[in-house]
């Protein structure tokens, strides 16, 4: 699985999911070709849900196997409680 974050790289400096890649909706078409070698699913992020609904759409539609995990905050929960459980 990786972890794609959405929002501004000021945004993501703020607090973020760990090890995950920050790349702005604003600049995602740019990377499609490389995200297509990232370990697969995608998981999307942002604050809230919204961008990263619109990028998982986006990701989808050029062949990549993505989803939405709402804001980055819920998909950190589910990455810290999936470890403590290992």
Request: proline fraction near 2%; charged fraction near 15%; charge should be negative.
């Amino acid at each position: 699985m990786t972890i794609i974050d959405v929002r501004t790289y000021h945004e993501f400096m703020g607090g973020h999911v760990v090890d995950s890649k920050n790349i702005p909706l604003i600049d995602l078409h740019k990377w499609v070709e490389e995200i297509k070698l990232f370990q697969a699913p995608i998981v999307c992020c942002c604050s809230n849900g919204n961008r990263s609904q619109q990028a998982a759409d986006f990701l989808i539609k050029n062949g990549i196997d993505a989803s939405n995990g709402g804001s980055w905050l819920q998909v950190n929960n589910l990455v810290v409680n999936q470890q403590e459980s290992l």
